[in-house]
């Protein structure tokens, strides 16, 4: 069928060439006899209605030789081949409107407002825009990070966005990981804890709530992806059902992020991220915010700085877990309720990562290396918009309209895979020595008197510290 397509193709381009050079030729005949009759006296009877009909009959071939060309074209649009099909490029022609409502759209696109999209552009713009060559036009860079932003923020499918943004899918494919690289570099400075001022300010907040010391939560989250290629996919299983890999992010008071860590595999205890995440290094070697400072609790003792984090985790002096159980004291349960409200901040950080940044709820089918970059990626935006102040519309995010995939929304129930079941409370890391849980312990009774004052006094805290 392709041979027969292709004969026909060559078959109707040369009776169409024929027909042109015939009609061309009988064009400059007419017109040399029309520049011979002109040169003709007026007087001669019959000239007048001889040029009329010549200069019509002009007319007609021209017309004819119009309607030729354009059914021509017509017909090879209809067959043209796959590596020439055309995007609408709709949704880019939207984008570059501005004024009224839509910047309303802008925003409901790329999740930013657009000056700071220009902002961000003219800082990442020169590592993303590549150069023309002969053979193709390059991308403009706008284009690229807007794709990138689309895709992230939606979830969609890379041919669906890439088509409505008038790329091709390689394009695509090469802009989001691009544009991942460029934002790390260009903004990587922003996923560290404060100084200064900074931290000053987040010392207070969490002071404000009864904990001394404190600068910052940490927490984990899992990412749904699909088995990975050549890997054990046992390791990858969560307790959901799912595959999935594991990030751990730490937040402030304000829930920008100041550290994530993101790539192992789901089935890994919360408790067993930890050890090899950079943060856990830094806190061994006493390096950065965790090895300036400290402050003094009430009963006399010093303690340093230290995160909040969930029962997962184990109980050390620079990570302050809440008691749990049933047997509690008032201290010990004005404590924890007092560790729930200001820890609350990291699921308010998880809460509009997720809601803001869609791709991320989604099941991820790109390899790790890549989806790294991309968690990072959408680490650094949320501190732009932070940071910048920018508010996010309560519809926008309760809307699934957004989502061009619902149906990766469902969880698929997969067969379970037969394993032994790991122990209810893991073992602690080999690197947590048995005087660092004791100094652990030590530290959190004396935070739990001081909380239990500082409740007294301020009154208890409100469910939802930081808003919402």
Not at 55 to 71: E, F, I, P, Q, R
Not at 149 to 165: E, K, M, V
Request: positive net charge; contains cysteine; aromatic residues 8%.
């Amino acid at each position: 069928m392709a041979g027969a397509g292709s004969d026909w193709d060559d078959s109707t381009f040369l009776l169409v060439f024929i027909l042109l050079q015939w009609m061309n030729w009988r064009n400059v005949a007419a017109m040399a006899v029309l520049q011979a009759a002109a040169a003709l006296p007026g007087d001669v009877p019959g000239v007048c209605s001889a040029l009329f009909l010549l200069t019509g009959a002009v007319l007609h071939s021209m017309s004819l030789t119009c309607l030729a060309a354009s059914a021509f074209e017509r017909q090879m649009d209809s067959r043209r081949r796959i590596w020439v099909l055309a995007c609408s490029a709709g949704v880019w022609h939207d984008l570059q409107k501005v004024g009224g409502r839509h910047e309303k759209v802008f925003q409901r696109f790329c999740r930013l407002p657009r000056p700071l999209f220009n902002d961000i552009l003219c800082r990442i713009g020169p590592h993303i825009q590549r150069q023309a060559t002969n053979r193709r036009q390059s991308v403009p860079a706008g284009q690229k990070f807007a794709c990138a932003l689309i895709r992230w923020a939606t979830g969609g499918f890379y041919r669906q966005t890439a088509h409505g943004l008038g790329m091709g899918l390689a394009s695509a494919l090469r802009s989001n990981e691009d544009v991942a690289d460029a934002l790390i570099t260009e903004y990587g400075h922003l996923m560290q804890f404060p100084t200064g001022d900074k931290l000053q300010e987040c010392l207070d907040a969490f002071e404000r709530k009864g904990f001394t010391g404190c600068v910052g939560a940490i927490g984990c989250t899992h990412v749904s992806i699909e088995k990975p290629r050549n890997e054990r996919g046992e390791c990858y299983y969560d307790r959901n059902g799912q595959f999935s890999i594991v990030a751990q992010v730490v937040c402030d008071h304000e829930c920008p992020i100041v550290s994530a860590y993101v790539g192992c595999p789901g089935s890994v205890h919360d408790r067993r991220v930890l050890p090899s995440s950079p943060l856990y290094r830094a806190t061994q070697q006493q390096s950065g915010v965790f090895g300036m400072g400290g402050e003094v609790l009430r009963d006399g003792r010093a303690i340093g700085r230290y995160l909040l984090a969930d029962a997962g985790y184990p109980n050390l002096p620079w990570l302050m877990t809440p008691v749990g159980g049933t047997g509690r004291t008032p201290a010990e349960q004005v404590y924890d309720d007092c560790h729930t409200s200001a820890r609350f901040c990291i699921e308010r950080t998880f809460g509009r990562l997720k809601a803001v940044w869609r791709h991320f709820i989604m099941r991820q089918i790109c390899n790790l290396r890549t989806l790294r970059k991309e968690f990072f990626a959408i680490c650094i935006l949320h501190n732009i918009m932070v940071n910048s102040r920018v508010e996010v519309d309560p519809d926008l995010l309760s809307d699934e309209s957004d989502t061009e995939s619902p149906s990766l929304f469902c969880r698929r129930r997969r067969r379970p895979v037969r394993r032994a079941r790991p122990a209810r409370h893991p073992p602690p890391p080999k690197e947590d020595a048995a005087s660092a849980l004791e100094l652990g312990k030590e530290l959190r009774e004396s935070l739990i008197g001081h909380v239990w004052h500082h409740s007294h006094v301020h009154g208890a805290p409100r469910p939802k510290p930081w808003g919402m």
